[in-house]
């Protein structure tokens, strides 16, 4: 989504569209397989879903106050959908700052997958350790059968870079890690970053079929529980 | 009141067999008329179908090799059952690859329609398999409810899409809003709208094709691409979409300006016809 979010902040008198996160999702999935054509008068996306037939879509905005326009061809039927637009909420903002980060590393997504997919879903939390001393990374779930850890050191092969600074533990709630795995599950690399205040910075790398690359950023707050020091 | 009727022919009875599957579909309880020359299967615009009627006709020597009927009575040879359509499609169910079928009407301690079916063994020795369908016998009084509906004549004949698509487009909008706008003209044009406070959906079908029309007079002023339209309810559409499990041989949509659509099939050689009427 950033490549066409950035078309259109810079003509931002004629353009005020707004995607929420649920759409960008839903668009995106779309994007990893389409032809974009940007034009003046909207974006028109071509899509090869799996069963090899062709849909067409063009997305169309007049501007404030009028409805934001979808225009879906297959097969020579052709549906128009006209959704009311509403004043945009204000977008929450994390205020991750970069220079407060303290600890930062960038690991091979291949790595991860599993691991998001067979997180133990009795556990509430995510626990993240990062620090410059062993375990290094750790993942680890506290669930009614028991506790997992997961340990990835940081001269392993999957550890693109590696700066960790302080000993961090925090706990993140997994319901709201959760919806980050699809951006995973397609993303070659992530960065996992924490800043002073203990917030998470997730950034996943995504690589389309036609080489362009794009990003998804994911932020979220640490659960307030303070952790007790892991051995 | 005597029936007996026998079906041998494979393809007869698979063609049976998936007209009474469609019938399950669309009508949970349903009447069975029958008459020397054909079987109907009749639902009536009752309150309790949502003002919704079918009329289903075959004609008898298409599949039965035998067929034996005697009505209520010499003036009046009719029979009119009632029976839950479920029941006739199950039972027929074990009839395929049968090697005879017979229905016929029988008092077992109640009234029932009694579906043999007659399978070949391994061993090539029949068994026969028996449903004993309860039925209720409608009184001759009541007949006149059940007569073919008439065809008031529509402002616009259209014939109708691949179904399967319709179907599809339709379960999407379903989950949007439960009142649904299908319009249409005399250009080959289909419409299906959905409007909601948040977002309006239409899917436009083109080239389609009407049928000649029956009374060049009236329509002969008309603006071709004028739409007629009708409100319904969106699950009593797709109730009559997810019956059609084959594409029709024939499907025609007659539609009468804010009064009601018609839905006109034809299976082959078994004639459909579906009435939805406009939500009020």
């Known amino acids: ?231 | 009141m005597k029936f007996r009727a026998k079906i041998v022919d494979g393809a007869c009875l698979n063609h049976f067999t998936r007209i009474s599957n469609m019938i399950a579909k669309l009508a949970k309880t349903c009447t069975l008329r029958i008459s020397p020359d054909k079987l109907n299967f009749i639902l009536c615009d009752k309150l309790a179908n949502g003002g919704v009627s079918m009329w289903c006709e075959l004609e008898q020597e298409n599949f039965f090799n035998e067929f034996q009927m005697e009505g209520v009575s010499a003036e009046n040879n009719e029979i009119y059952l009632e029976l839950t359509s479920e029941n006739l499609s199950r039972a027929l169910k074990t009839a395929q690859n049968a090697r005879a079928l017979k229905i016929k009407l029988t008092n077992k301690h109640f009234p029932c329609l009694t579906v043999s079916v007659e399978l070949l063994s391994m061993s090539s020795s029949s068994r026969i398999v028996t449903h004993d369908i309860p039925i209720k016998v409608i009184p001759r009084k009541l007949w006149k409810d059940l007569q073919e509906p008439v065809v008031p004549d529509p402002d616009v004949s259209i014939y109708l899409p691949v179904l399967k698509t319709m179907k599809s487009v339709v379960e999407k909008m379903k989950n949007i809003s439960n009142h649904l706008v299908i319009e249409a003209n005399l250009d080959g044009e289909l419409n299906l709208k959905i409007e909601t406070e948040l977002v309006c959906v239409t899917t436009h079908f083109k080239d389609l094709g009407n049928p000649p029309l029956a009374s060049e007079s009236t329509h002969q002023d008309r603006n071709v691409e004028h739409m007629a339209e009708v409100h319904v309810d969106i699950r009593k559409l797709l109730q009559f979409l997810a019956g059609q499990q084959v594409n029709p041989t024939k499907a025609l949509c007659n539609i009468v300006n804010n009064k009601m659509v018609h839905f006109d099939l034809l299976h082959e050689d078994v004639s459909l016809q579906y009435f939805i009427p406009a939500l009020s």
């Open chain 1, 1 to 231: 989504m950033p490549l066409l979010t950035q078309q259109i902040q810079d003509e931002d008198d004629q353009y005020s569209l707004v995607a929420s996160l649920d759409n960008v999702r839903n668009l995106s999935t779309i994007l990893k397989h389409a032809t974009c054509l940007a034009t003046k008068n909207g974006i028109k996306v071509t899509v090869e879903n799996a069963k090899w037939t062709l849909t067409a879509f063009r997305m169309c905005y007049q501007g404030y106050g009028y409805p934001l326009m979808l225009f879906l061809e297959e097969g020579g039927v052709v549906t128009v959908c006209k959704i009311n637009t509403q004043e945009p909420e204000e977008t929450l903002d994390f205020d991750f700052c970069s220079t407060s980060v303290i600890n930062k590393i960038i690991l091979q997504s291949e790595g991860l997958h599993e691991v998001f997919s067979e997180l133990d879903m009795k556990s509430e939390v995510l626990q993240i350790t990062m620090s410059p001393d062993k375990p290094y990374f750790r993942l680890s779930t506290f669930g009614n059968a028991g506790s997992s850890h997961l340990d990835y050191p940081k001269d392993s092969d999957l550890m693109e870079a590696f700066h960790c600074n302080q000993t961090q533990v925090n706990r993140y709630k997994i319901s709201l890690l959760k919806p980050s795995t699809k951006a995973l599950v397609l993303s070659c690399k992530v960065s996992i970053r924490t800043d002073n205040r203990d917030f998470p910075s997730l950034q996943y790398m995504i690589r389309n079929e036609d080489g362009q690359i794009c990003f998804v950023e994911y932020y979220c707050c640490p659960d307030e529980e303070v952790p007790e020091s892991e051995s």
